[in-house]
């Protein structure tokens, strides 16, 4: 079974500056699809970028991107410019390919991102 | 566009008392998730709709809950009779139908039980 980890449970960064969270998974698979989904206070999870296994570039979304490295099993999120609208609970998630007849997504246990004016 | 509907937000109840969840998925999804995050862990998947069909239903806990997608449309989450470990926040997600691609699920803002 897939697992995903975050090993931080909580961070934090100044306004304005740029703040990494780290994920690490753990697969057999080698087509499958990686997730960062955001969870502000007001509770409501919204997808922030996703990336898919067969391509190599580093998905971009505005001020988020990622560091895929599809040997290390790693997938972190870099938010640079960090605004107070970005402070949240940040969730890494994994999903098989839809071929292989299971896609729900499996979840780290999150990172809580404090942004400090 | 409306975007995943959860009720109610919160919930009390007390052990061995019956609660109902619903979730209301975008407009034009085939696909509904369940799924539940305990105080400090992580978010577990529950189970799968592709329509009205339960498609999987491996992360359901126990014969306790009962979801149903009549008509395809919104979803129900009944728990009976709730138990203390039940206590967490329920998600429902929904996504298109997947053929080739991510199938991003788009989630509900979720509803907490507390079971005292």
């Known amino acids: 079974a897939q697992t995903v980890t975050q090993s931080q449970p909580e961070m934090s960064v100044q306004e304005a500056e740029t703040v990494t969270l780290s994920c690490t998974y753990d697969?057999?698979?080698?087509?499958?699809?990686l997730f960062w989904y955001k969870q502000p206070p007001s509770r409501q999870m919204i997808l922030v970028i996703r990336?898919?296994?067969?391509?190599?570039q580093n998905a971009t979304e505005n001020r988020f991107s990622v560091n895929f490295q599809k040997a290390a099993k790693s997938f972190s999120l870099k938010i640079s410019d960090s605004q107070l609208g970005d402070a949240a609970m940040y969730f890494c998630?994994?999903?098989?390919?839809?071929?292989?007849?299971?896609?729900?997504?499996?979840f780290g246990k999150g990172t809580r991102l404090s942004v400090i004016a | 566009e409306a975007g995943v509907t959860q009720f109610p937000s919160h919930s009390v109840i007390e052990k061995g008392q019956t609660v109902t969840l619903r979730c209301d998925p975008i407009?034009?999804?085939?696909?509904l998730y369940w799924y539940r995050r305990v105080m400090g862990k992580e978010i577990k998947f529950l189970l799968h709709?592709?329509?009205?069909?339960?498609?999987?239903e491996s992360g359901m806990p126990n014969n306790r809950f009962l979801a149903e997608r009549t008509g395809g449309t919104y979803s129900t989450l009944k728990v009976q009779p709730a138990e203390l470990e039940d206590s967490g926040v329920y998600f429902c997600?929904?996504?298109?139908?997947?053929?080739?691609?991510?199938?991003?699920?788009?989630f509900g803002p979720g509803t907490r039980l507390l079971v005292l």
């Open positions: 997600a929904s996504s298109q139908e997947i053929a080739t691609g991510p199938g991003t699920q788009y």
């Open positions: 697969t057999s698979e080698s087509d499958y699809y």
């Open positions: 990336q898919e296994a067969y391509k190599q």
């Open positions: 998630a994994y999903r098989s390919p839809e071929y292989s007849g299971n896609t729900p997504l499996v």
């Open positions: 407009s034009g999804h085939d696909n």
């Open positions: 709709f592709v329509k009205e069909s339960k498609q999987d």
